[in-house]
T-cell receptor
């Protein structure tokens, strides 16, 4: 299984709603990522979890709250979002930093994304 | 800090022709990884090809190959025999050996014309 799954595919929410995005992988990867992507732009890193611990938080507003319940799951909790938060939210996973040997690339596997619209 | 530059925002190529996408980067690291990712209009990012800086041989994957020039800090992608399914955004990415973080270029939108 070389797949990263994300649910839901589409989400429309009001500025007062609370919702969650979910991401799952069963590749035994120990690093998981959340990205935000606007149209025709590269993904912007939001959070990195390494071995279930938050290792990178790219100064993301607190209305985005990540959670890593176990090594296979990654959630992104959303609350009081703004219209400018509308974007494609991508999840990715990789084997993680601790398994580095020659020829080990640690490439990231991306999910299909959740298209979020904030009204 | 690492920076990745893709100087061609948009490109087009006739079906069955060859096209080269450019990528340059700036780093003080001696070993690192470079990747090309493809994001078709359906939006799922998939890995096209990868290269470790210590490996002098250019990576190839079927119709995709790279020209890796370490001294010039250049990592261009060549697509041979272009197909309609190659139409996509292409992102160049850099990663340090000791980190998990990708540094993406701004992307090149490639259109294959029938």
């Amino acid at each position: 299984d070389t797949e990263v799954t994300q649910t839901p595919k589409h989400l429309v929410m009001g500025m007062t709603n609370k919702k969650s995005l979910k991401c799952e992988q069963h590749m035994g990867h120990r690093a998981m990522y959340w990205y935000k992507q606007k149209a025709k732009k590269p993904p912007e890193l939001m959070f990195v979890y390494s071995y279930e611990k938050l290792s990178i938080n790219e100064s993301v507003p607190s209305r985005f709250s990540p959670e890593c319940p176990n090594s296979s799951l990654l959630n992104l909790h959303l609350h009081a979002l703004q219209p400018e938060d509308s974007a494609l939210y991508l999840c990715a996973s990789s084997q993680g930093i601790l398994r580095r040997t020659s020829g080990f690339y640690n490439e990231q596997f991306f999910g299909p994304g959740t298209r979020l619209t904030v009204l | 800090a690492q920076t990745v530059t893709q100087s061609q925002p948009e490109m087009s190529v006739q079906e069955a022709e060859t096209v080269t996408l450019s990528c340059t980067y700036d780093t003080s690291e001696s070993n690192y990884y470079l990747f090309w990712y493809k994001q078709p209009p359906s939006r799922q990012m998939i890995l096209v090809i990868r290269q470790e800086a210590y490996k002098q041989q250019n990576a190839t994957e079927n119709r995709f190959s790279v020209n890796f020039q370490k001294a010039a800090k250049s990592f261009s992608l060549k697509i041979s025999d272009s197909q309609l399914g190659d139409t996509a955004m292409y992102f160049c990415a850099f990663m340090k050996v000791t980190g998990n973080q990708f540094y993406f270029g701004t992307g090149t939108s490639l259109t294959v014309i029938p």
